[in-house]
């Protein structure tokens, strides 16, 4: 059975980060220094909208509230850029650094079309706990959870790279249901109109898969699209990629998610990635449409990416064809998810704790 402490928490005047505040959040702090209702929006569009990064750049607030507001020890994050790197395909990632000096990484994936879609990997935490072994993240140490403010900032550094970024994925570094108040918080905060404006179906939170959690999710009353990292339909195979599956088995994982669905009505993504001689032949196919009977889901194939340490290979794409040919003769609406980024590190589980500041981590349970 995997035993997991509690996360270790930014809480360095977190409190006290405007930019980590939601729309009401930053409502109720304007009522608590007795402003009127309407200086929330100019707060909270100019940090999340115009990206203002001092109190003092928030100019439609008149001078007094502004000056108690850093009296009182009101600041505004912002992360630092510390890299950019462009694969071939045009693939980009971002290294970014916290005011503590950890650092975590985004990529920026764009989908060729004319509409030119953008969509940004984002992590919730620096490291991750989860020791996947399909995962560079999760070999290096685990250091912290992110805030709110330095999950959204994510988006807005990118976004200076790009004109517009149209959807957010929540699958870099780190498990984000094991980061739950903060993500949904950030969720809420990228959503909000008077900020980033990004629609909550071009929203995606992935996880590994914590039943609880999912029960929790389906009670927060949004149209955020959840995704479960699957990877094999028996425990036995998918304890050896996911070790968190000795704890949550798929019986507990898929009873979860009906509750889920019974409750929202919304589809759910599977992730299942092509392990060579692991979970790749006919009979696990057969298996996968199995398991998921009875759930309106649509099948995400991915080409595993090998990192440093991990002893799994990638599955030949005619083998991963194969599988998404029986998938699709069942009635399962599949995807094959081609390798993109691997030349700067960037594909689907190759996000690395190689920049980790090792004087502030923590061991991986």
Same mark, same amino acid.
């Given at each position: 059975?995997?035993?997991?402490?509690?996360?270790?928490?930014?809480?360095?005047?977190?409190?006290?980060?405007?930019?980590?505040?939601?729309? =009401?959040? @930053?409502?109720?702090?304007?009522?608590?220094?007795?402003?009127?209702?309407?200086?929330?929006?100019?707060?909270?569009?100019?940090?999340?909208?115009?990206?203002?990064?001092?109190?003092?750049?928030?100019?439609?607030?008149?001078?007094?509230?502004?000056?108690?507001?850093?009296?009182?020890?009101?600041?505004?994050?912002?992360?630092?850029?510390? =890299?950019?790197?462009?694969?071939?395909?045009?693939?980009?990632?971002?290294?970014?650094?916290?005011?503590?000096?950890?650092?975590? !990484?985004?990529?920026?994936?764009?989908?060729?079309?004319?509409?030119?879609?953008?969509?940004?990997?984002?992590?919730?935490?620096?490291?991750?706990?989860?020791?996947?072994?399909?995962?560079?993240?999760?070999?290096?140490?685990?250091?912290?959870?992110?805030?709110?403010?330095?999950?959204?900032?994510?988006?807005?550094?990118?976004?200076?790279?790009? =004109?517009?970024?149209?959807?957010?994925?929540?699958?870099?570094?780190? =498990?984000?249901?094991?980061?739950?108040?903060? @993500?949904?918080?950030?969720?809420?905060?990228?959503?909000?109109?008077?900020?980033?404006?990004?629609?909550?179906?071009?929203?995606?939170?992935?996880?590994?898969?914590?039943?609880?959690?999912?029960?929790?999710?389906?009670?927060?009353?949004?149209?955020?699209?959840?995704?479960?990292?699957?990877?094999?339909?028996?425990?036995?195979?998918?304890?050896?990629?996911?070790?968190?599956?000795?704890?949550?088995?798929?019986? !507990?994982?898929?009873?979860?998610?009906?509750?889920?669905?019974?409750?929202?009505?919304?589809?759910?993504?599977?992730?299942?990635?092509?392990?060579?001689?692991?979970?790749?032949?006919?009979?696990?196919?057969?298996?996968?449409?199995?398991?998921?009977?009875?759930?309106?889901?649509? @099948?995400?194939?991915?080409?595993?990416?090998?990192? !440093?340490?991990?002893?799994?290979?990638?599955?030949?794409?005619?083998?991963?064809?194969?599988?998404?040919?029986?998938?699709?003769?069942?009635?399962?609406?599949?995807?094959?998810?081609?390798?993109?980024?691997?030349?700067?590190?960037?594909?689907?589980?190759?996000?690395?704790?190689?920049?980790?500041?090792?004087?502030?981590?923590?061991?991986?349970?």
């Amino acid at each position: 059975m995997l035993f997991l402490p509690p996360a270790v928490r930014y809480n360095a005047a977190m409190s006290k980060d405007l930019k980590n505040l939601t729309f =009401e959040q @930053v409502e109720r702090l304007v009522a608590d220094f007795g402003g009127k209702k309407f200086l929330a929006k100019y707060i909270f569009s100019f940090i999340h909208a115009h990206h203002a990064s001092r109190i003092d750049d928030i100019t439609p607030l008149p001078k007094d509230f502004r000056r108690r507001l850093t009296g009182q020890g009101y600041f505004i994050s912002q992360l630092e850029t510390v =890299e950019t790197f462009v694969d071939p395909d045009g693939t980009v990632k971002f290294l970014f650094a916290a005011d503590d000096g950890v650092r975590f !990484e985004s990529v920026l994936l764009t989908d060729a079309g004319e509409k030119q879609r953008k969509t940004l990997c984002i992590s919730s935490q620096a490291g991750c706990r989860m020791a996947c072994a399909l995962c560079a993240t999760g070999r290096g140490k685990f250091q912290r959870n992110l805030t709110a403010a330095e999950i959204a900032d994510q988006v807005y550094q990118a976004v200076q790279h790009t =004109e517009k970024i149209n959807n957010i994925v929540y699958m870099g570094m780190g =498990e984000p249901f094991d980061n739950y108040d903060e @993500v949904i918080n950030s969720a809420r905060i990228l959503n909000h109109q008077a900020g980033a404006n990004i629609g909550q179906r071009h929203i995606t939170i992935s996880t590994c898969g914590i039943p609880h959690t999912i029960e929790k999710f389906a009670d927060e009353a949004l149209q955020v699209r959840l995704a479960i990292s699957l990877h094999a339909a028996g425990d036995r195979k998918r304890q050896r990629i996911m070790p968190v599956a000795a704890k949550y088995p798929l019986a !507990e994982l898929i009873a979860a998610i009906k509750t889920y669905q019974q409750k929202t009505h919304r589809r759910v993504s599977f992730e299942y990635c092509m392990i060579k001689n692991l979970n790749d032949s006919a009979a696990d196919a057969q298996s996968l449409i199995g398991l998921i009977k009875g759930i309106n889901a649509a @099948v995400n194939l991915i080409e595993f990416n090998p990192h !440093e340490g991990c002893t799994f290979a990638a599955s030949a794409r005619s083998t991963i064809q194969n599988f998404k040919d029986i998938l699709m003769h069942a009635g399962v609406e599949t995807i094959i998810r081609h390798k993109r980024g691997r030349k700067i590190n960037a594909a689907c589980g190759q996000l690395t704790a190689k920049y980790l500041n090792p004087q502030n981590s923590n061991q991986t349970p």
